[in-house]
Nanobody
Framework: QVQLLESGGGLVPAGGSLRLSCAYS????????MAWFRQAPGQEREFVAI????????DYADSVKGRFTISRTGTKNTIYLQMNNLTPEDTATYYC????????????????WGQGTQVTVSS
């Protein structure tokens, strides 16, 4: 059974930076495609960034392009989200998602989800 564990959330002033981490445990056939989503209070969950299993493919939501960077370790089971120039609009619970296929995540149909980590950006 695959499990995801996120870390790195917190409170940061506007313009600041945070780095989120997400590691998965459990046996898989190949490295999982992984992504970050976020959900602000009263809003629907939205896609933030995605990275393929071998790190060769990445994509971002327009709202975070140029500010956020998704990456993964050489062992492939941990991903990071470096968030720079944060704004209060980035305040949300950030969720890590993973799946055997990149497309499943794009289709918002990920097999695995983490519990979430809170990011709060003060103005």
């Amino acid at each position: 059974q695959v499990q995801l564990l996120e870390s790195g959330g917190g409170l940061v002033p506007a313009g600041g930076s945070l780095r989120l981490s997400c590691a998965y445990s459990g046996r898989t056939i190949r490295p999982l495609a992984m992504a970050w989503f976020r959900q602000a209070p009263g809003q629907e969950r939205e896609f933030v960034a995605i990275i393929g299993g071998y790190g060769r493919t990445r994509d971002y939501a327009d709202s975070v392009k140029g500010r956020f960077t998704i990456s993964r370790t050489g062992t492939k089971n941990t991903i990071y989200l470096q968030m720079n120039n944060l704004t209060p609009e980035d305040t949300a619970t950030y969720y890590c998602a993973a799946d055997q296929t990149y497309q499943a995540i794009i289709d918002n149909n990920s097999a695995y989800w983490g519990q979430g980590t809170q990011v709060t950006v003060s103005s």
